[in-house]
């Protein structure tokens, strides 16, 4: 089968390489494949692969431009040493539910998980382009996708990476992991709004004509890191397929057995995964979004309206402080059966109004989606429970999940085998995690909480994190949320 990409408000035809680089269509909308390809190896095929062949296959069926040798070599230098656990996904099984870790990666977040392939995705198409502009990422970020993507990029030859960080919105480990990033093509700004202000930015900079052939006159085209980008979506199915395959392996489930998936969300990447790698075939039955006190998705999927017409409320999981979830567009593709169109003009009202409303149609096929959210002292009570209970400590991400999955069993009655999405390390939010298991976090940086949390909890600390407060700052930027493009022509130096 050969995939090619459309656009989510066009129809257009647009190979994978094209997709990778450009990040984001031309018209607004994001790039999707035309149809979702299934899996075509049985269960009892797949059940042995390790990570690395079960990422090749998967993405093998995406990529379908790529040739076998080079995405085997993506493949290859993406998931290797750098993952501290050899398994690179541990999935940490209790009775009916399994925490799918995916934060072993360079900066203890998933988002390595997807920004580790991706600069072997661009570097590749790029090659197979013949394209001689370099590429300019760009990266907006509420924390964790900044310093996954500067670390990818860093000194990818070829590519410079600019990220864009909310002043207020990012944790302290989260600010210092990214100002003391090495590399020579790197460059990090802090802006004086939110994440929305910083990712409309990026958009708006996409978006603007005008801007682009000016970078590229001066050798740039730009591209996106952000989850907009279908090659950072591709490579999160995989670890979906890998799980239900770990959950067969130790006979939590017999082959075809339904599972649900709970998945903490902000901009809906990873959970649009899921929805992705249910269509390829894995037996999942509800995928569970889980949101914090920014609950639009739970509204959304209780009543069909979207609607983000309300404050930004800064919470102790701020990756997932988000009013737009840019990849739902890609879920209302699905289920719009896919007419761009249709998706086009939902997009305008959100962006005239602020929000919009599914038909009903659409309405009934997101049943198979269960909304949820958590509220501050939950997630402090739901660390604490269950690291008292069980011994195992989850971060404030996790803990969304994992608090908005019991209200779905209280709900529902569901008892069906589960996987937790375990997206941070617990030492990435040291002080709300410290807090909440009872240290006294009065007077203590987050670096010295660090250290603490490792004793009490009996947990290694990443090697990430280690002495990341000794490390020298490199990057320093600040810039109004109005003037990014200025600055991204001037850290360039490019223009007058
Ligand atoms: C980015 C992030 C999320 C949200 O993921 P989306 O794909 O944006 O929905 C959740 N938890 C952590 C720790 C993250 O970094």
């Not at 959950?247 to 075809?256: H, I, R, S, T």
């Not at 269509?279 to 949101?291: F, K, N, T, V, W």
Request: contains cysteine; glycine residues 6%; hydrophobic residues 35%.
């Amino acid at each position: 089968m050969d995939i090619k990409y459309t656009s989510t408000r066009k129809n257009k035809k647009v190979s994978c390489v094209d997709s990778v680089l450009d990040g984001l269509s031309s018209d607004g909308g994001l790039y999707v494949p035309i149809s979702i390809p299934k899996l075509d190896k049985s269960f009892e095929e797949m059940k042995n692969m390790n990570y690395q062949e079960v990422a090749k296959y998967v993405i093998g069926k995406y990529f379908t431009d790529f040739t076998t040798e080079e995405i085997n070599n993506c493949v290859t230098k993406a998931y290797d040493e750098k993952f501290s656990k050899e398994e690179i996904v541990p999935l940490i099984n209790f009775d009916k539910i399994g925490f799918l870790e995916l934060y072993h990666g360079k900066t203890s977040a998933f988002k390595d998980m997807a920004l580790s392939i991706l600069p072997h995705f661009i570097v590749t198409s790029m090659e197979k382009s013949n394209l001689k502009n370099k590429i300019l990422i760009l990266t907006a970020t509420s924390g964790d996708t900044g310093k996954a993507a500067l670390e990818g990029f860093r000194d990818v030859e070829g590519t410079d990476i600019i990220v864009f960080y909310p002043e207020k919105g990012v944790s302290q480990v989260q600010e210092r992991q990214m100002i003391t990033q090495e590399g020579s093509n790197t460059f990090v700004v802090s802006i004086d709004g939110n994440f929305d202000d910083a990712q409309n930015g990026v958009k708006e900079a996409f978006n603007n004509y005008e801007f682009n052939s000016f970078m590229n006159g001066q050798g740039y085209q730009l591209s996106s890191a952000n989850s907009i980008n279908i090659g950072r979506l591709v490579p999160q199915i995989v670890y979906y397929v890998y799980g239900y395959l770990q959950l067969l392996k130790e006979e939590k489930v017999v082959v075809g057995e339904e599972i649900n998936v709970v998945v903490p969300t902000g901009n809906f990447g990873n959970i649009l995964a899921a929805y992705y790698a249910r269509e390829m075939g894995i037996p999942i039955d509800r995928l569970i979004c889980a949101s914090n006190e920014n609950n639009v998705l739970y509204d959304f999927f209780k009543t069909g309206v979207y609607d983000k017409n309300r404050e930004l409320k800064l919470t102790i999981s701020p990756s997932m402080d988000i009013l737009i979830s840019s990849n739902l567009e890609r879920l209302l593709y699905e289920i719009s059966g896919k007419n761009p169109e249709l998706i086009s003009n939902m997009m305008t009202e959100l962006s005239d109004k602020g929000k919009y409303e599914v038909n009903d149609e659409m309405k009934k096929k997101l049943e198979l989606f269960y909304g949820g959210y958590a509220k501050e002292e939950e997630v402090l009570e739901t660390i604490k429970t269950f690291f008292n209970e069980k011994g195992y400590l989850m971060d404030t991400h996790t803990a969304v999940a994992y608090n908005v999955y019991e209200k779905y069993k209280k709900d529902t009655g569901d008892n069906k085998q589960t996987i937790i999405v375990s997206t941070a390390s617990p030492f990435k939010f040291t002080r709300s995690v410290a807090e909440s298991i009872g240290i006294d976090v009065n007077n203590k940086t987050d670096f010295e909480l660090i250290g603490e949390l490792s004793k009490k909890a009996k947990v290694y600390i990443p090697n990430n994190l280690k002495d990341i407060e000794k490390l020298p700052i490199k990057h320093n930027i600040s810039c109004e949320k109005e003037s990014m493009k200025e600055i991204i022509e001037k850290v360039l130096n490019v223009g007058e």
